[in-house]
């Protein structure tokens, strides 16, 4: 079984930075690919962010595209979320999904694609 472990989160200023890692244990991630979720209080589960094995295809949601960047490094094993000029709206627990796939050059923005999930990290966006 995949366990996922998402770290990084905490609490940032209006305007800051956090770098969120998705980490696994035991299983490599090359064959898997990663999408990023969130959710706040009182709301449903939203995509955030997907990459692709090969690392080549990232896609990002509207309201986090272009403060957010998705990268891999598959010899750490880790797949990362940047988040730059964070806002309050993007208080959330965050977390990391991953499939198993042959396919290395598309990624998936539906919760339902993932079938390992992390325990979520904590992102909290307040002055």
């Known amino acids: 079984q995949l366990q996922l472990v998402e770290s990084g989160g905490g609490l940032v200023q209006p305007g800051g930075s956090l770098r969120l890692s998705c980490a696994a244990s035991?299983?490599?991630?090359?064959?898997?690919?990663i999408g990023w979720f969130r959710q706040a209080p009182g709301k449903e589960r939203e995509w955030v962010s997907c990459i692709s094995i090969n690392g080549g295809t990232t896609n990002y949601a509207d309201s986090v595209k272009g403060r957010f960047t998705t990268s891999r490094d598959n010899a750490k094993n880790t797949v990362y979320l940047e988040m730059a000029s964070l806002k309050p709206e993007d208080t959330a627990v965050y977390y990391c999904?991953?499939?198993?796939?042959?396919?290395?050059?598309?990624?998936?923005?539906?919760?339902?694609?993932?079938?390992?999930w992390g325990q979520g990290t904590q992102v909290t966006v307040s002055s």
């Open positions: 035991e299983f490599t991630l090359d064959s898997y690919v």
């Open positions: 999904g991953a499939d198993f796939s042959s396919v290395h050059f598309v990624c998936y923005d539906s919760s339902e694609s993932y079938d390992y």
